[in-house]
């Protein structure tokens, strides 16, 4: 049994394939988590990016059918890091520091409230080109958050410097034109010193998944409504049924 992976714009393919021998699908939409268990029967799972606006997002019913058939799902980094904040109490895994932002409401050291699905978000090219796109709120925060500890901002620039970010369009948002934007002294900073935080996270989760817990029943009833049956309805194919 193989170990699935939805992986796109967070890290490198050839960064992922060494980390981590797995099958590698590109991002999640929905629908796209049942195939994977019809398909590949999964030990694993591993959600770390999807489509939210060009396609319909992963649905949160497919992830708990697959905790329901005691296949473990882990969340990270992205839209992974989303559905991990809010099935946690289901028995989905959420791994890295995105996740953790999402789960307590902040991320540190900024003191604002962390919860828009936006810190994640952009805007990037197909598989072929590399992904190639625009830079995450979440990875500014954390490029911040990492001058503000080697002393390059104080506290009240690191605020501002994140509004800065905030007030541009996700689909907009690229180091380049932020850094003009910027004091000097953190715009010549970042270039040599910027974090991913996704990236970093998607890493975390490849270690994790490397080594599942044995598979378990959960402590819930999945249930299978009409609107599940319409959505399987759509494609032609069979709705899974719910485990006994």
Not at 37 to 65: C, M, T
Not at 92 to 116: C, N, Q
Not at 184 to 207: F, G, H, T, Y
Request: hydrophobic residues 45%; charged residues 25%; aromatic residues 8%.
């Amino acid at each position: 049994m193989s170990l699935c992976v939805f992986l796109g714009p967070s890290l490198s393919a050839n960064e992922a394939r060494a980390a981590l021998n797995a099958t590698w699908l590109p991002p999640a939409k929905r629908g796209d988590i049942l195939d994977a268990l019809r398909v590949h029967r999964p030990r694993a799972i591993g959600l770390i990016d999807g489509y939210f606006e060009q396609a319909p997002s992963v649905w949160h019913k497919e992830i708990l059918h697959a905790l329901d058939q005691g296949v473990p799902v882990f969340g990270a980094a992205s839209i992974g890091a989303l559905r991990a904040a809010e099935l946690a109490q289901f028995g989905m895994t959420g791994v890295g520091r995105i996740y953790r932002a999402y789960a307590t409401g902040r991320f540190d050291p900024f003191d604002d409230l962390f919860e828009d699905d936006g810190e994640v978000a952009v805007a990037h090219g197909p598989e072929e080109l590399g992904w190639t796109g625009t830079v995450a709120l979440v990875d500014v925060r954390a490029t911040l958050a990492a001058a503000r500890e080697a002393d390059v901002v104080d506290d009240a620039g690191m605020r501002a410097a994140l509004a800065v970010a905030k007030a541009v369009f996700y689909k907009d948002r690229a180091w380049t034109s932020l850094i003009r934007d910027l004091p000097p002294a953190l715009a010549a900073w970042i270039p040599a010193n910027r974090v991913s935080q996704k990236r970093l996270d998607a890493l975390e989760l490849l270690a994790r998944i490397a080594e599942p817990p044995e598979p378990r029943r959960q402590a819930f009833r999945f249930e299978r409504t009409a609107l599940w049956d319409a959505a399987f309805g759509e494609t032609g194919s069979e709705a899974p049924c719910p485990s006994p």
